[in-house]
């Protein structure tokens, strides 16, 4: 069974840093892309950022030039450094990884999610 269990949220004051972590675990033969999306009070989840396996990243255009997403060299761990975060950042993080291939088959699976909170 694949899990994937996210930590790094928290509650920071605008023009603060946090870093978000996911590891998958389980028995994995490969992971495709693995990104972090969010879900803001009252509006649809979006993409954050996308990493695929060959490490090409994908921003949405709010957080260019403030976030940086990586990859572990195992390729089943995913960070997000958040820099100059700020009220608009506030959401429930989640991780998500794209055609994971186990004895099982190939699929996708997300964390339960991590909040972050900017406020003064």
């Known amino acids: 069974q694949v899990q994937l269990v996210e930590s790094g949220g928290g509650l920071v004051q605008p023009g603060g840093s946090l870093r978000l972590s996911c590891a998958a675990s389980g028995t994995i033969f490969s992971i495709g892309a693995m990104g972090w999306y969010r879900r803001a009070p009252g509006k649809q989840r979006e993409l954050v950022a996308k990493i695929t396996s060959g490490v090409v990243t994908t921003y949405v255009d709010s957080v260019k030039g403030r976030f940086t997403i990586s990859r572990g060299n195992a390729k089943n761990t995913v960070d997000l450094q958040m820099n100059s975060l700020q009220p608009e950042d506030t959401a429930l993080y989640y991780c998500?990884?794209?055609?994971?291939?186990?004895?099982?088959?190939?699929?996708?699976?997300w964390g339960q999610g991590t909040q972050v909170t900017v406020s003064s």
């Open positions: 998500n990884a794209e055609r994971v291939m186990t004895s099982w088959g190939t699929s996708a699976y």
